[in-house]
Nanobody, 125 residues
C-alpha cells in the first residue's frame, strides 16, 4: 500500500505561481511513477503531468507545457508540481497519483493505483 499526502495549493492571482507537493509513504519494491491530474467543477478529471520512476522522463498536457514543471525527490519520496504563469482556467482540484506497474499510457488515470486527497488551486483573474 502507498499513501499519498498532498500539500500546497491555494488562491493566487493570474500570472502568479504555486507549488504542490505530494509525499508518498508505504512499502513498494521501487519508487512508483507519479502524476498530477486535475478536475474542475463540472469537468472530467484530466491529466496534467507525469514523471517516470527514475525522474528522467516527463510528460505534460499541452495546456501546461512551458508553465508547469513536475519533479521528484526520491530520497524524500516526494513529487512536486511547480506552476508558473497561472491562468484562471488552471483552477481545479489537483490530485497526485502513483502507479507501481509499467504502462505505455502514463497519461491515463486508470493505470494509477493510489491517489492523494486533492488540493484546491484557484486562480483569480
Amino acid at each position: 500500500q502507498v499513501q499519498l499526502v498532498q500539500s500546497g495549493g491555494g488562491l493566487v492571482q493570474a500570472g502568479g505561481s504555486l507549488r504542490l507537493s505530494c509525499a508518498a509513504s508505504g512499502h513498494t519494491s521501487r519508487s512508483p511513477a507519479m502524476a498530477w491530474f486535475r478536475q474542475a467543477p463540472g469537468e472530467d478529471r484530466e491529466f496534467v503531468a507525469a514523471i517516470s520512476f527514475s525522474g528522467e522522463t516527463k510528460y505534460y498536457t499541452d495546456s501546461v507545457k512551458g508553465r508547469f514543471t513536475i519533479s521528484r525527490d526520491n530520497a524524500e519520496n516526494t513529487v512536486y508540481l511547480g506552476m508558473n504563469s497561472l491562468k484562471p482556467e488552471d483552477t481545479a482540484v489537483y490530485y497526485c497519483a502513483a502507479r507501481t506497474i509499467a504502462t505505455i499510457h502514463p497519461t491515463l488515470a486508470q493505470y494509477y493505483d493510489y491517489w492523494g486527497q486533492g488540493t484546491q488551486v484557484t486562480v483569480s483573474s
